[in-house]
């Protein structure tokens, strides 16, 4: 069974450039979590989704930041105009279901945004 | 809001214990959760603690008191690949529907096992 898979892994942009970063949830999952851990820092959640359907967005910056869970294939985490502050590493994580005993949230390995 | 303290580093020896406190005040309280990241790596799972009391699973333990607002993580016979972060992290109400399983993480702390 496979696990959270992210891609890319590592991904370089310059300033003004577009990012998109992709979260496969873990097969059975149903609900997708992003959160950014700036260097020596926790991690902040940003949004929460279920498929076609924005929960909670809460942590997600006003502008240029936007998250999609289509009916059908992966989740995207879309950065618009990078600048230097979004370097960060970028995770995501799904789960089962809300509620009790689906509360585990497994995390994919991350993408590492580096913005030039 | 939610508050979430933990302290920034500890070092230990080898085959030692080592415990880890973690503070919170949040608004709503569905759970409490303790993560370990190696440097570059994704976190992984390592307990959780949603009524008062110890739970233990092998070298690891975890503690919760609801009232206090406070949880620790255990280590024991520690080894040298236990060097990582430990992050603690509150789980919003489901009932909140908007909140769902959003988890709200501390800063982690890092723990440096010398031999």
């Known amino acids: 069974n496979a696990g959270v898979m992210q891609n890319p892994r590592h991904l370089v942009r310059r300033r003004g450039q577009e990012a998109r970063l992709r979260c496969s949830p873990m097969k059975g999952h149903s609900h997708v979590y992003w959160y950014r851990q700036l260097p020596e820092e926790g991690l902040k959640f940003m949004v929460y989704l279920q498929k076609e359907n924005i929960i909670d967005e809460s942590g997600m910056p006003k502008e240029r930041f936007s998250a999609e869970f289509p009916k059908e294939g992966p989740s995207i985490l879309r950065i618009q105009q990078v600048v230097r502050g979004d370097s960060a590493a970028y995770f995501c994580?799904?789960?089962?279901?809300?509620?009790?005993?689906?509360?585990?949230?497994?995390f994919g390995p991350g993408t590492r945004l580096t913005v030039t | 809001g939610q508050n979430i303290d933990q302290p920034t580093e500890m070092t230990a020896t080898e085959g030692a214990i080592v415990q880890i406190n973690c503070t919170y005040q949040t608004s709503g309280f569905n759970g409490l959760f303790w993560y370990q990241q190696h440097a570059g790596e994704a976190p992984t799972f390592l307990s959780y603690?949603?009524?008062?009391g110890l739970e233990e699973k092998g070298r690891f333990s975890s503690f919760l008191s609801r009232s206090k607002g406070y949880s620790y993580l255990l280590l024991k016979e520690l080894q040298m690949k236990d060097s990582a972060s430990y992050l603690c992290a509150v789980r919003a109400p489901v009932v909140i529907k908007a909140a769902g399983n959003k988890l709200t993480f501390g800063g982690g702390t890092r723990v440096l096992v010398k031999p």
């Open positions: 603690n949603v009524l008062d």
């Open positions: 994580a799904s789960s089962k279901t809300s509620g009790r005993p689906a509360y585990e949230q497994y």
